[in-house]
Structure formats: structure tokens, C-alpha cells
């Protein structure tokens, strides 16, 4: 038998519909409560962690690339230091040339040494060292463990790289240091060539990470995201059956009224 109870209940049942497929319809979510899908809040939940430890991964590789960019700016400065001390030896090297003018060079060389090494001691990312030799991090790339980039920066500095003490005004002396500016130019090029591997090596991480995070953020959108056409369909079908179980229980009292009136006193 139908009675206010059922019609009350009718009410309370098309109100909850209505009041969840609005919230899914203001929040643009679906699941705005672990009741809705219990299985598919767990599951976007995990997407949620999977997709900001990817994107920290991506500023952790933004920041390595910056970092390699800067390396590498300051060793082609150092780069292009040697090939200058060079020439001066080259230059030395004119027989023509008297003390003076060699002592004039040598004081040019080492000036240029002096900014090498200023270089090599100075240049740094985020307050760290990166050409003094102490360079070594491991920068995590993506959101499992294994995957990381090691970065090994060398040491820049003129006495690592062999060119400490170098004297251009003899022969001797000038032989000698074309064979240790060629070691040091060589040393700074396969650093320079190991930066590049390495910055090629982030920037492919970069772009899968990428990839990676979009493909996450699409799962997610598939279990958390609301469906608006289906949605909007369930909120005017809960609002039609709200009005209609108000519009029946208010017939109802109203019958039950009538009848009332017609029973004797």
C-alpha cells in the first residue's frame, strides 16, 4: 500500500540524485564522495599521486637542463680562454720578437689563466659548484625509482687541466705548452661532448615524462571527470521525479484530508 512514507522516501531518493549530479555538474568531477564509486576514488587517487610525482620529475629535468646550460656556457668561455692562450704561443713563437714582447705575452697568458680559473671556481647552480671538480648529483627522472640521470661535471680548473705554469719565453718553453694546451683543449671538448650526451639524454626524458603525464591525466579524466551529457541527463531526470513524488505526496495529503472530513464526529 502506497502512504506518505513511500512517497517521502521517493522524495529523499530523487533529492540525493539530484543533489550528486549537481555537485559532479559544479565540480566537474564525478566522484565527489568515496560513496559514489569507492573503487574508482582508490583508482583516482593513484593517478593523482602518479601525476604530480611525474610532474616534480619534469621540474627536477627542467632545473638539470638549466643547470647543464650553465656548465656548458662557462666551459665554452674556458674553451675559448685556451684557444687564445694558443695563439699567444703561437705567437710567441715569431722569432722576431724580443723579451719584451715575449714577457708581454706571457703576462697576457697569464691573465687569461687567472680567468679560468676564476671560472672554473666561481661558476655555480643553486649556490653548488659546478667546474671545480665536485660536481656529481643524481637527479631523479621520472616517477619510479630507477629512473635517474647521473651528472659528472669535471674539474676546469688550470691545473687539472695542465696548463699551470706554462712559459712562453723560451723555445723549449713554447713546444712544451702547445702540447698541454692541445691535452686541455682536448679534455674541455670530451667534457663538453659528455654535457651535450647528457642534456640529449634529459631532454628525451623530458619529452616521455610528457608524454607519460598526459597519457596519466587521460586515465584519470576517464574515471574522475564528469560526464556533462550524462549528467545533465540524470539532473533533469532527478528534478522531473522530485516535482512528481512533491506533486503526489501534496495529493495525497490532501486526499487523506478529504476523507477525514467525510468520517462522522
Known amino acids: 500500500m502506497i502512504d506518505s512514507f513511500n512517497y517521502s522516501l521517493a522524495i529523499s531518493n530523487s533529492q540525493s540524485k539530484l543533489v550528486a549530479a549537481l555537485q559532479a555538474l559544479s565540480s566537474g568531477n564525478s566522484i565527489n564522495s568515496a560513496a559514489d564509486n569507492p573503487a574508482g ?5 593513484s593517478y593523482s ?3 604530480s610525482s611525474t610532474a616534480q620529475s619534469m621540474r627536477n629535468i627542467q632545473d638539470s637542463i638549466s643547470l647543464l646550460d650553465t656548465a656548458g656556457g662557462a666551459t665554452g668561455q674556458i674553451n675559448q680562454g685556451l684557444q687564445d692562450i694558443r695563439e699567444l704561443t703561437v705567437q710567441a713563437g715569431d722569432g722576431s720578437l724580443n723579451a719584451g714582447d715575449l714577457q708581454s705575452i706571457q703576462s697576457q697568458i697569464g691573465q687569461i689563466t687567472q680567468g ?5 671556481s666561481t661558476t655555480q647552480f643553486n649556490g653548488q659548484n659546478l667546474l671545480d671538480g665536485s660536481a656529481s648529483l643524481t637527479v631523479q627522472a621520472g616517477a619510479d625509482a630507477s629512473q635517474t640521470q647521473n651528472i659528472q661535471l669535471g674539474n676546469f680548473s ?8 706554462l712559459d712562453v719565453t723560451t723555445s723549449a718553453g713554447q713546444t712544451a705548452a702547445l702540447a698541454s694546451l692541445d691535452s686541455a683543449i682536448q679534455q674541455v671538448s670530451d667534457q663538453n661532448a659528455n654535457i651535450g650526451a647528457v642534456q640529449s639524454s634529459l631532454d628525451a626524458a623530458l619529452s616521455n615524462q610528457g608524454s607519460t603525464y598526459i597519457n596519466i591525466a587521460a586515465a ?4 574522475s571527470d564528469t560526464d556533462y551529457a550524462q549528467m545533465s541527463s540524470n539532473f533533469a531526470q532527478a528534478k522531473v521525479r522530485q516535482q512528481a513524488s512533491l506533486q503526489a505526496l501534496a495529493l495525497y495529503n490532501s486526499t ?10
Open 41 to 45: 576514488i582508490a583508482q583516482a587517487s
Open 49 to 51: 599521486v602518479q601525476l
Open 116 to 120: 679560468i680559473n676564476q671560472i672554473a
Open 158 to 165: 688550470s691545473s687539472a687541466l695542465g696548463i699551470s705554469g
Open 220 to 223: 584519470k579524466s576517464q574515471v
Open 256 to 265: 487523506q484530508k478529504s476523507i477525514l472530513t467525510l468520517l462522522p464526529k
